[in-house]
């Protein structure tokens, strides 16, 4: 009886079905579009993406940022000049973590291909669907551990490491000067009224030496889950100020664009009550990807099965906390 090795199948049969998978999964790309690609300020500028997007050779990337010098001093004639030095902000250590799936047509369905290979090539694009929806999952988690110490966060997410989570009360300055806020003590809610509290919370934010910094000036995003789309486009498009029986003008239409999804609902381990105010210009936000979507096709030597496998490597993270306001929305007490 002849014994049954992947040269019974050949290279071309293998390589025939992998072509087969690939063209699978174009389709499942074209039939999920992935979210942090089109989540922009302004449309197609990636400047103002809420996830600057960035791709890494190696095994791991550093970020840490420097405050400005202070303001001139002045000098009298014949003096020395005034000396001053930037300080170093805290790190941000993006480690790559890696994902898999795979699905398998044993040798039976081999016997049975034309059966067989319609379910596997739906289950093979859903493997790549899957990936790309779990991009997005991954990416937007941040926000939905926005309130979350440090020591408690994922494996697939990287925060500003000066201890505090990322909407914090109390963030640590590096020259040990008065601790800053960008989140709400009393998570308030959405409203007209809030935001514009958000807005010069955002505005007024400093460096790690207390100096004032170009935040919140520019075009802003406007966070929510998809329970508060309503609220936050009636607050921001509205032509005159929403909710009141006087003319004055929005000032929040064309400045504040609102961002809708339900990644950060409560289905998926969010709130329908938080909202995160974010400058689009100054994002924090880091979408690191190691290594994109690789796809494999091959025969297992111990069972003759075709697997047709799926990975990625990549990270997530905010480099800062500056650039971002939030609130739980939801009255409570919040010291975090």
Same mark, same amino acid.
């Given at each position: 009886?002849?014994?049954?090795? /992947?040269?019974?199948?050949?290279?071309?049969?293998?390589?025939? =079905?992998?072509?087969?998978?690939?063209?699978?999964?174009?389709?499942?790309?074209?039939?999920?579009?992935?979210?942090?690609?089109?989540?922009?300020?302004?449309?197609?500028?990636?400047?103002?993406?809420?996830?600057?997007?960035?791709?890494?050779?190696?095994?791991?990337?550093?970020?840490?940022?420097?405050?400005?010098?202070?303001?001139?001093?002045?000098? *009298?004639?014949?003096?020395?000049?005034?000396?001053?030095?930037?300080?170093?902000?805290?790190?941000?250590?993006?480690?790559?973590?890696?994902?898999?799936? #795979?699905?398998?047509?044993?040798?039976?369905?081999?016997?049975?291909?034309?059966?067989?290979?319609? !379910?596997?090539?739906?289950?093979?694009?859903?493997?790549?669907?899957?990936?790309?929806?779990?991009?997005?999952?991954?990416?937007?988690?941040?926000?939905?551990?926005?309130?979350?110490?440090?020591?408690?966060?994922?494996?697939? =997410?990287?925060?500003?490491?000066?201890?505090?989570?990322?909407?914090?009360?109390?963030?640590?300055?590096?020259?040990?000067?008065?601790?800053?806020?960008?989140?709400?003590?009393?998570?308030?809610?959405?409203?007209?009224?809030?935001?514009?509290?958000?807005?010069?919370? =955002?505005?007024?934010?400093?460096?790690?030496?207390? =100096?004032?910094?170009?935040?919140?000036?520019?075009?802003?995003?406007?966070?929510?889950? !998809?329970?508060?789309?309503? *609220?936050?486009?009636?607050?921001?498009?509205?032509?005159?100020?929403?909710?009141?029986?006087?003319?004055?003008?929005?000032?929040?239409?064309?400045?504040?664009?609102?961002?809708?999804?339900?990644?950060?609902?409560?289905?998926?381990?969010? #709130? %329908? *009550?938080?909202?995160?105010?974010?400058?689009?210009?100054?994002?924090?936000?880091?979408?690191?990807?190691? /290594?994109?979507?690789?796809?494999?096709?091959?025969? %297992?030597?111990?069972?003759?099965?075709?697997?047709?496998?799926?990975?990625?490597?990549?990270?997530?993270?905010?480099?800062?906390?500056?650039?971002?306001?939030?609130?739980?929305?939801?009255?409570?007490?919040?010291?975090?």
């Amino acid at each position: 009886m002849a014994v049954e090795t /992947r040269a019974t199948w050949g290279d071309g049969f293998i390589k025939g =079905l992998a072509a087969k998978f690939a063209e699978v999964e174009n389709q499942a790309e074209m039939g999920y579009s992935l979210g942090i690609e089109s989540a922009l300020g302004v449309e197609a500028n990636k400047a103002t993406r809420l996830f600057k997007e960035k791709t890494s050779d190696k095994a791991e990337e550093r970020h840490i940022s420097k405050t400005g010098v202070g303001y001139p001093t002045l000098t *009298t004639e014949g003096s020395d000049y005034a000396t001053d030095s930037r300080i170093p902000g805290y790190l941000a250590v993006f480690r790559f973590i890696k994902k898999t799936n #795979s699905v398998e047509i044993t040798e039976e369905e081999q016997e049975d291909m034309d059966n067989a290979l319609a !379910d596997k090539m739906d289950v093979a694009g859903d493997l790549y669907k899957g990936m790309i929806m779990e991009f997005d999952r991954s990416a937007f988690s941040i926000f939905n551990y926005a309130f979350t110490a440090q020591a408690s966060l994922p494996a697939d =997410l990287t925060f500003y490491s000066d201890g505090a989570p990322l909407a914090s009360v109390s963030h640590p300055r590096k020259d040990g000067g008065t601790a800053q806020s960008n989140a709400s003590a009393t998570s308030i809610p959405l409203t007209e009224t809030n935001l514009k509290v958000a807005r010069q919370a =955002l505005r007024r934010q400093k460096d790690d030496r207390g =100096l004032p910094m170009a935040i919140g000036s520019g075009r802003t995003i406007l966070l929510v889950p !998809d329970s508060l789309e309503d *609220t936050a486009v009636i607050i921001t498009k509205s032509k005159l100020r929403s909710g009141t029986s006087n003319n004055d003008m929005n000032v929040f239409d064309g400045i504040v664009t609102v961002m809708s999804t339900k990644l950060i609902n409560a289905d998926a381990s969010g #709130s %329908d *009550t938080a909202w995160f105010l974010i400058d689009s210009l100054y994002s924090p936000f880091i979408f690191y990807k190691r /290594r994109g979507i690789k796809t494999t096709t091959y025969v %297992d030597p111990k069972n003759k099965n075709i697997v047709h496998d799926i990975s990625a490597r990549w990270q997530v993270g905010n480099k800062n906390w500056r650039g971002v306001w939030a609130s739980k929305g939801d009255n409570s007490a919040y010291n975090g």
